[in-house]
């Protein structure tokens, strides 16, 4: 069932006590023990939320007008976004309520096109955007 609190603690303990000895000793050249020193060798850089490549899940809520799922195929589209589905699953009020779940996209590219997809006069409003892992 793994360590317990024991274990755990005397471990905890073992560390900190193995580093104030290096700490107190005169040895010129302090050295922790390899498993307790860190050395760093490559550094990350965080890459802009907009590179991110990831699928979506997004609910709109739209006049229920012929056309309106092929402007947003289309908007989708013209910014690189590859839909993997598109389904009208019924109405809120007078609303036609549509979700859509794309391929593996960039989030810049499907930002752009959220953006232009809310100056859709057919679209009301986009009340879900998700990330799917």
Known sequence: SGAG??????AVVSDILNIAAVL???LEAKQLHPLLSCAHQHYCTVAPISDLVTRFYARFLSQ?????????GTTFGK??????????IGFQGNLAEIVVVTHDVREGNFRQALDEIQTLEAVDSIPSILRVL
């Open 24 to 26: 107190k000793s005169d």
């Open 5 to 10: 609190s024991g274990p755990t603690a005397s």
């Open 64 to 72: 229920d007008h012929p056309g309106v799922i092929g402007h947003l």
């Open 79 to 88: 910014h690189h976004v590859s839909l993997e589905s598109v389904v009208q």
